[in-house]
Every structure is written in structure tokens, then in C-alpha cells.
């Protein structure tokens, strides 16, 4: 049963809307950009109703600023009290709640860790943003390697070379990027490393193979960390179909933990 829910974050009211359920465990949409709790065409609605069809509530809600929600909008950055807020928010909504895990896709991901956590049990933490410059567009050279890696490892990849199928042009464009001094962590980069290290709870990092976002954070993060997983065709969002049940996969099988 979806239902909608407000609740305040200081002296602003927020919007919420709850996927209702029977379930112990719950999920907490953090949305990323400025994006309102319905997703990119729908995308986070369509995922909290395919969550609470397997017995897991689900809340997500507008922050501040955004959507149906009032106040200012103060960025990811500043975003601790709107989770910490919508957290309780769905706690008193779903009284049956033992444990909350929160998923955060892109910027969402980076302000669950500069929250550490919010107050959340587990956190699954999709492409987590890393640029300080927003208009950055270009991949970090490291990201640009591994990329370069994989296809030559990849004989599909080789023979479509092979043949001409390739791109001359933007194979130079993307060896010159490749050859480019490693760059170095970011100062948001940094903030959300000291963050998570803060944070007790279980953490899952998902990676999607073909974002640039998700790659640059992949490159930058310690190569030793067993946490992360890779959904090797899916993009920023995991819209394809097969990528998006791999995420919804992947949520449950952290819901069910």
C-alpha cells in the first residue's frame, strides 16, 4: 500500500511517500541531483514498488528544497538532517522497523558518507560522486586505464579493432586521457572516505561499468576494498533492464542480510 507522508527537518515541511509492507527490515531512497522522490521517469517509484512486493517497505521523500518540500535546497553536501529526518520520518510510519538500510545513487551515495550514515543500519552506495568541479566531465585518467583494461581483455573487443569497427579518433583522444598523471583524491573525495570509516554498519559500493562517475570513484578508492560490486554493462542509473534487476538483487539480498 503507497501512501504519503509529511514530516518536518527543522522548521521545514517535507514530502514522503511509503511503500507499506510487513517486512522487519526497510529501504531508504536517498535520490540523488535534485531529483524528486519519483526518480527520472519514475525510476525510484517503480523500484520501491518492486522492493515492497517482496515484503520490505520502502520510504523516500523530496528534501529540502526539492519537489513538494519546503525550506532551501542546500545541496548534497548539507544534506545530513534531511536523511536523519526522513529516517525517523519512516520509522514512526512503519512502527514493525528493526533495521533501515539506505540506498543512494550518484550524489545520494556521497551524502549518506559525509553523514556517516545518518543513523541508518547499512548503506548500499551506487556510483558515489567524487568531482569537486560539477561541470568536470572528463573521466580520471586512472578510470580511463582500467577501462582500457578491460577490453583488451575482452576478444570481442579486440577483433572489432581488428576489423575497423573502432574509432581511430577517439581511441587517440581516450590513450592521451589514459597517458594524463593519475589524478589525485579530492577534497570531497577525502570527507567521504573519513565519513564512512566512521560508519559501524554494513556497506555495499555497486559500480556500474559503464559510468564515468561510478569509474572515476572505483579508481580512487583502495583497490584492497571487498565491498564493492560491479554490474559490468549498466549504466548511471541502471536502466537497462537486466542492470536493474541486478540492483533490485542486489537490495534484497542486503534487506535479507
Not at 522492493?51 to 523516500?60: D, E, L, Q
Not at 569509474?215 to 559490468?232: H, M, N, T, V, Y
Request: aromatic letters at 8%; charged letters at 20%; glycine letters at 10%.
Amino acid at each position: 500500500m503507497r501512501r504519503h507522508v509529511a514530516f518536518r527537518c527543522g522548521t521545514d515541511l517535507l514530502a514522503g511517500t511509503l511503500d507499506g509492507a510487513g517486512g522487519s527490515s526497510g529501504l531508504l531512497l536517498v535520490s540523488g541531483g535534485n531529483e524528486t522522490r519519483a526518480g527520472a521517469f519514475s525510476g525510484q517509484a517503480e523500484l520501491a514498488a518492486r522492493i515492497a512486493s517482496h515484503g520490505y517497505p520502502v520510504f523516500r521523500y523530496d528534501r529540502r528544497g526539492v519537489g513538494d518540500s519546503e525550506g532551501q535546497n542546500r545541496g548534497f553536501r548539507d544534506a545530513a538532517n534531511d536523511i536523519a529526518a526522513a529516517l525517523a520520518a519512516f520509522r514512526k510510519a512503519s512502527p514493525a522497523l528493526e533495521r533501515v538500510i539506505a540506498f543512494g545513487n550518484c550524489d545520494a551515495a556521497s551524502a549518506l558518507m559525509l553523514a556517516q550514515g545518518a543513523g541508518c543500519d547499512a548503506l548500499v552506495l551506487a556510483n558515489p560522486w567524487t568531482f569537486e568541479d560539477p561541470s568536470d566531465s572528463a573521466p580520471a585518467p586512472q578510470a580511463v586505464r582500467a577501462r582500457y583494461r578491460e577490453k583488451l581483455g575482452n576478444p570481442g573487443e579486440l577483433m572489432r579493432l581488428l576489423k575497423g569497427q573502432v574509432s581511430f579518433r577517439k581511441l587517440a583522444r581516450g590513450l592521451v586521457q589514459a597517458l594524463r598523471p593519475q589524478v589525485p583524491p579530492t577534497n570531497l573525495l577525502q570527507a567521504m572516505a573519513l565519513g564512512i570509516s566512521r560508519f559501524d554498519g554494513p556497506v555495499l559500493f555497486l559500480i556500474a561499468g559503464r559510468d564515468r562517475t561510478g569509474l572515476a570513484f572505483e579508481a580512487s578508492w583502495p583497490k584492497s576494498d571487498r565491498r564493492i560490486q560491479r554490474c559490468p554493462d549498466g549504466t548511471h542509473a541502471f536502466s537497462e533492464m537486466a542492470s536493474r534487476d541486478w540492483l533490485v538483487a542486489r537490495l534484497l539480498e542486503a534487506l535479507s542480510a
